[in-house]
């Protein structure tokens, strides 16, 4: 298969679903090859991945260099313009600045100091789970667990009000179509709207703080607008509030789903982890390497000598990081299709590697510990109550709905 018939496969419903298959047919035409006739190069190796997640020759396609014929078909302050606006989007220098002002306020320190927090607001949700299914009645992980964990940790983090969390899963859905493979930008809609009410409620919420500033990052972040020093911008604020919140939570419930799934894949491998005989935590690691809920990101060269290896890539061209192929890469994994959480030296990329590497992993393994740390003490017989639904996404991986029966609590 070429190159540029796998992409098209990865566009398709199909591909979206199963996309370990094309993944293995990529890796089929070598580590990193160009797609004929488009600026476009498919990666597929651990190192390669790695390597070029690393190398300032490559970056992101910000707004300003996105095409103006592009630019011109989108929505202002739509889906695509407020996440270039976010540091996620954004190349050196204005990177940095961004990046280490929010860094500032989302220190180790303070993520490690939530842990309480984040024990209690599980222990509490794992009660609604256990009242739900008390009579035997299937209960959906994703809406009631998956999501609403997470959800709630962000959002203590941010200020955002308890009354307000459980409305954002669709529309961090929607959003982040934009992440997506798509070769137009007539599906933009539902992300444009859901963008559009996303930015009036964090500019209200931003007013709030400025009358009134909180221990919290709303606060910490209008005050850098605030200060006009040109450390954020107000379409900056917006953008990264937003990439927060959702970044914040989406990957992560993907992370729950799919681990849960995993485990109920294999059950033996779930009983030692049960035992203690697998660490939760390596646990959580191979679910990230197996399933990974970001299965791909892109750079392009920004330089004329842009290179991996001996491969070169010329200025301005893609290279699509295929980042769940990365993690079945045999010379990096062995048996990389066997679901092991007691392979070792597993360093997964699902978190990306360099400048851009994910600002919130240690938030999003320390949940996944305590998620599954507490949910199989408490729920020693929970199975699956029938076939859960996948999400229509590549980028983004994970279950719309995974219907459990929780069985009986622990004592
Ligand atoms: C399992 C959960 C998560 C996964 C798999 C994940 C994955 C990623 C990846 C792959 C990137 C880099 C993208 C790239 O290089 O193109 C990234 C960036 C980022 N993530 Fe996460 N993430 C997770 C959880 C979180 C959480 C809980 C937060 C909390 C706020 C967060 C905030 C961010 C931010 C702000 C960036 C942008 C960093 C930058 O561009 O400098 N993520 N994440």
Redesign the pocket.
Known sequence: MEAEAIIGALMTPEGRGEPYPLYAAARELGAIRKVKDWPMHLCTGYDEINAI?RDNAFG?MDFDMLPAEWRGLLLPDGAMESISR?????NPPG?RRV?SL?SSA?TQRRVAGLEPAIERMTDALLDELAALGAGGEPVDFMENFAFRM?VS??CE?LGVPEADRYRFRPLAHDLTFVLELTDSFDDFGPADAATLELRAYFTELAARRREQPQDDLVSAMVQANDAHDGRLSDAELLG?LL???V???E??T??LGNGLYLGFRHPEVLGRVRKGEIPVAAYVEEV?RYD???QL???FALTEDAHVGGHPVARGEQVM?L?GAAHRDPKRFANPDVFDPTRPDNVP?????????????G???L??RVAFEKLLARFPEIEQAAEPERRDRLVLRGYETLPVRTGAPAA
């Open positions: 997640l992101k976010s540091m996620l989007l954004m990177h990046r929010v989302f997470p940790v962000i983090m990264n990439l927060l919140l970044a914040g939570f990957t992560t993907n992370l990230l990974s809920p970001v990101t892109s750079r990081l980042i990329l699902s978190f990306g590697a360099g400048i851009h590497y994910c600002l919130g992993q938030l999003a393994r949940e996944g």
